[in-house]
C-alpha cells in the first residue's frame, strides 16, 4: 500500500535515510513524504502500529524485483532421474546402470530405482529385494536411501538421494 491507500490512524514511520521518526499519524506522515517529493509506502502492515516508510515507490520496486530475480538465479532445481532394473539383471549390467546413477546423483538430481517384474518374475518378488539393497550399498559413499523399497502394482521403487 502506498500513499492514500494507507487507512490507518497512526503508523510508526521511519525516514528517507533510515532514521526512526516514530509513531505520527498518518495526515502527518503523508505531509511529510509530500514535502520530500517521496512517497509513503506501507512496509510491515502486520506489525502493531503498521510500519511505514519515505521512499521513492518506483525506485522501491525496482529494488525488489532485482533481488527477486538475484534470489531466483541462487535457486537449484533438483530433478527426479530414474533407473530402471529387471529382476535377472547381470551384476556388469548393474554396474553401469550404478555408475548412470552415481553420474546423476554428483549432478545434484534425486534417484528413482525402479526394479520392474514381468509375468513369471511376480512369484519371486521376495528374493529380488536384493537387488535394490545392492545397489544401494553400491552407492553408499555418495548416496543415501531416502525411500525404502516400496512394493507398488508390478514394480518395486527405491528413491535416493545425494549425500550431504
Known sequence: MINEQIRDKEVRLIGEDGEQLGIISTKEAMRLAREAELDLVKIAPTAKP??????????????????????????????????RLSPNIDTNDLNTKVNAARKFLTKGDRVKVTLRFRGREMAHMSSSKQILDVFAEKLADVATVEKAPKLEGRSMTMFLTEKR
Open 50 to 83: 503498521p510500519v511505514c516508510k519515505i521512499i521513492d515507490y518506483g525506485k522501491f520496486r525496482y529494488e525488489q524485483a532485482r533481488k527477486d530475480k538475484e534470489a531466483k538465479k541462487k535457486q537449484k532445481v533438483i530433478d527426479i532421474k530414474e533407473v
